[in-house]
């Protein structure tokens, strides 16, 4: 390793993810990235039984808290420094995976430093780009192309705006972290009916924020992009990096299954120029589109917080921007990335998925001199328990889908067994007959 990347490894870190995702792979990445650095590496997941707990590189696993109140995380991550730690004034670096973990811990630094290290964010610089109504207002502001987005105050509005931006639409919720677990609610999804319109708008009590109706811009191959970085606290990002989604789940429109390092200046342009805009600080990762009618890369989404794909910018020295983010705030500076072009990130559940769902591909072939290694989310040599335990739990996942899903076909094509006669229309006569 090189000497500037040294790391200070009698400081801790604890990675925070509230949201109930088991196959999130970015928190298995955050803990192989620092734990191979030798870095203590523990972390506040949802569940004792997701696969990450079987990482060799976690030294402890808490469980979140019941609800996502700030103040009951900031309790337990207190707690857990002091655990980690013989010396109370022993700094603990906090590492959030979600969006309701940053914006938790950004609203709670000031009473959680100096004895957890975190970038110098507040709550309401996060909400600007966190919320997507917010970042459509900011990116209006400062003349970002954006989808076209538009905000109804009720279903008859909804329906008129989704008509207006041509159907099928792009529907979000502002506020995804507020969604209720199990309640059926997708942070985005695309609509084709007016009644869809309707049917999801009457849910916005139900799901605690704005509905968000937004032009779709259309998929094709090469189209969809993303920018990673950290900001240190002088403003300098030495790690960002651009890279080319190959495959996504769901297909067309979901998170990256399959990723690869590949220069985009347009893209590390316009992404800079916002961080620089913003004042923005800590790790982020940005989700652009070609809009080919036009020409220009629309910003689609920006999460104040490493995305699970992080470890696609990792360099040949090792430094990706959960290392560079660790350095920083130990006070060590932070190099610039020495480009790996042609890297290749796989995330082999969903891949799969993507691979079954369309076989032809999106992107076109890499020439030999531009392919360079594939790193597995899942899958690693040095730490391979965590893989067969993903797999495990997948299968069990997609079998009790496929069995719900077999369920209501089997309940559909029953139907009601009988009809009952309106009470004022029967006779003595009258019985009850199958439909």
């Keep these: 390793m090189p000497p500037s990347q040294r790391f200070d490894t009698s400081v801790p870190t604890v990675l925070v993810r509230l949201d109930r995702n088991p196959f999130h792979h970015g928190t298995l990445g955050a803990a192989r990235s620092l734990g191979r650095a030798g870095i203590p590496v523990h972390a506040v997941i949802e569940s004792s039984t997701s696969p990450v707990v079987h990482s060799r590189y976690l030294r402890s696993v808490r469980l979140r808290p019941g609800t996502d109140s700030g103040a009951e995380l900031s309790a337990l991550l207190t707690r857990i420094a002091d655990e980690i730690t013989d010396d109370p004034s022993h700094p603990v670096l906090a590492v959030p995976l979600d969006d309701v973990s940053a914006l938790a811990l950004a609203r709670h630094r000031p009473g959680l430093a100096p004895r957890l290290l975190l970038p110098e964010q507040t709550e309401e610089q996060l909400l600007k780009v966190a919320d997507k109504a917010e970042l459509a207002e900011t990116c209006a502001e400062l003349g970002l192309p954006h989808p076209r987005t538009e905000i109804p105050e009720g279903a008859d509005e909804a329906a008129a705006m989704a008509w207006s931006l041509g159907l099928p639409v792009v529907a979000k919720w502002s506020r995804p972290w507020l969604l209720p677990a199990g309640g059926g609610l997708r942070s985005t999804s695309i609509v084709r009916s007016l009644a869809e319109v309707r049917e999801l708008y009457a849910r916005t009590p139900e799901a605690g924020s704005r509905l968000l109706l937004q032009e779709l811009l259309p998929a094709g191959r090469d189209l969809d992009w993303f920018f990673h970085g950290y900001v240190d606290a002088a403003g300098r990002c030495p790690t960002g990096s651009t890279g080319r989604k190959e495959r996504s789940w769901p297909d067309g429109a979901g998170l990256t299954a399959s990723g690869r390092w590949t220069v985009n200046p347009t ?169």
């Design 267 to 435: 893209v590390e342009r316009t992404a800079r120029d916002l961080l620089d805009a913003l004042g923005y600080r800590g790790v982020c990762d940005l989700d652009f589109r070609l809009n080919r009618a036009t020409g220009a890369y629309h910003l689609l989404d920006f999460n104040p917080r490493p995305g699970a794909q992080f470890r696609l910018f990792t360099d040949p020295d090792g430094l990706d921007v959960v290392r560079a983010l660790h350095l920083d705030l130990t006070g060590r500076p932070v190099p610039p990335h020495s480009p790996a072009y042609g890297r290749r990130f796989l995330v082999e559940n969903y891949a799969a998925l993507s691979l079954l769902a369309s076989p032809r591909r999106r992107y076109a072939p890499e020439p030999d001199a531009a392919r360079g290694r594939t790193e597995c989310a899942w899958f690693a040599a040095d730490d391979p328990v965590p893989a067969l335990a993903m797999g495990a739990a997948w299968l069990a996942h997609l079998l009790r889908k496929a069995l719900a899903a077999l369920r209501r076909a089997l309940a559909r094509r029953r139907g009601p067994a009988v009809t009952a006669v309106p009470p004022r229309a029967r006779t003595a006569g009258d019985q009850l007959t199958p439909r």
